[in-house]
T-cell receptor, first 115, second 116 residues
Framework: GAVVSQHPSWVICKSGTSVKIECRSLDFQATTMFWYRQFPKQSLMLMATSNEGSKATYEQGVEKDKFLINHASLTLSTLTVTSAHPEDSSFYIC???????????FGSGTRLTVV | QQQVKQSPQSLIVQKGGISIINCAYENTAFDYFPWYQQFPGKGPALLIAIRPDVSEKKEGRFTISFNKSAKQFSLHIMDSQPGDSATYFCAASIGAGGTSYGKLTFGQGTILTVHP
C-alpha cells in the first residue's frame, strides 16, 4: 500500500533556529500534500495544502513566512519552521493524497520541541 | 458548516464489548467519510471509510453506519480488545474519489480505553 515516510520523528531545537521536516511518498506520486499540526489530546489542525510545483495554500491564521512549505517533486514535500519559538512545539504530521485508492496516507509525525 | 462533531470525548469498554463512536456533520457536500486510528506519537492510520451511497460498511470487527438524512455516521468496534485502545478520529471531505478532492475535516477525537 501507499507509504509516506516522515523524518525526523522527533527533534529538539533552540529558540530562534529553523527546523526542516521531510515527507516522502515511497511508492506513489503525491500530487498533493497536506500538513497538519496537533497539540496534545487535540485533533489535527490543517496548516497548509501544497501541490507539486506550485505555492502552498495556507489556512487562515497560519503564518506562511514562518512555516515554509516546499513541494518541488512528486515524492518530496518539506515543512520548515523558521525562527522557532517554544509555542511552535507540537506534533507535525504530513498527509499525501494518492491516486491508488483515492485516499489519504499519513506520515508517522514529527515531535518538535523548541527550548 | 465545515465542522464535524464527534462524541464521546472518551470511552471505556470492557474486553469483548462493543465500542460506538458517533459523528455528525452539516455540510451536505461531504462525500467521503473515513475513520482513523491514532496511537500516541504516531500518525493517523485509516481504519475504514464510507461514501454516502451506502448505509453500512463492514471490515472485520469495524463497521461504519451512515445515515445520510440525519447527517450522522458512526463507528462500531465489535469484540473490542485492549490493543484497540487508541484515539479515533472521524473525518469528512468533499470530492474524494475523483480527479480533484479536497481537505479532510476532522472530528475532535475519541480516546478509547479497552480494559482487559
Amino acid at each position: 500500500g501507499a507509504v509516506v515516510s516522515q523524518h525526523p520523528s522527533w527533534v529538539i531545537c533552540k529558540s530562534g533556529t529553523s527546523v526542516k521536516i521531510e515527507c516522502r511518498s515511497l511508492d506513489f506520486q503525491a500530487t498533493t500534500m497536506f500538513w497538519y499540526r496537533q497539540f496534545p489530546k487535540q485533533s489535527l489542525m490543517l496548516m497548509a495544502t501544497s501541490n507539486e510545483g506550485s505555492k502552498a495554500t495556507y489556512e487562515q491564521g497560519v503564518e506562511k513566512d514562518k512555516f515554509l512549505i516546499n513541494h518541488a517533486s512528486l515524492t518530496l514535500s518539506t515543512l520548515t519552521v523558521t525562527s522557532a519559538h517554544p509555542e511552535d512545539s507540537s506534533f507535525y504530521i504530513c498527509s499525501a493524497r494518492t491516486s491508488i485508492n483515492y485516499g489519504y496516507t499519513f506520515g508517522s509525525g514529527t515531535r518538535l520541541t523548541v527550548v | 458548516q465545515q465542522q464535524v462533531k464527534q462524541s464521546p470525548q472518551s470511552l471505556i469498554v470492557q474486553k469483548g464489548g462493543i465500542s460506538i463512536i458517533n459523528c455528525a456533520y452539516e455540510n451536505t457536500a461531504f462525500d467521503y467519510f473515513p475513520w482513523y486510528q491514532q496511537f500516541p506519537g504516531k500518525g493517523p492510520a485509516l481504519l475504514i471509510a464510507i461514501r454516502p451511497d451506502v448505509s453500512e460498511k463492514k471490515e472485520g470487527r469495524f463497521t461504519i453506519s451512515f445515515n445520510k438524512s440525519a447527517k450522522q455516521f458512526s463507528l462500531h468496534i465489535m469484540d473490542s480488545q485492549p490493543g484497540d485502545s487508541a484515539t479515533y478520529f472521524c473525518a469528512a471531505s468533499i470530492g474524494a474519489g475523483g480527479t480533484s478532492y479536497g481537505k479532510l475535516t476532522f472530528g475532535q477525537g475519541t480516546i478509547l480505553t479497552v480494559h482487559p
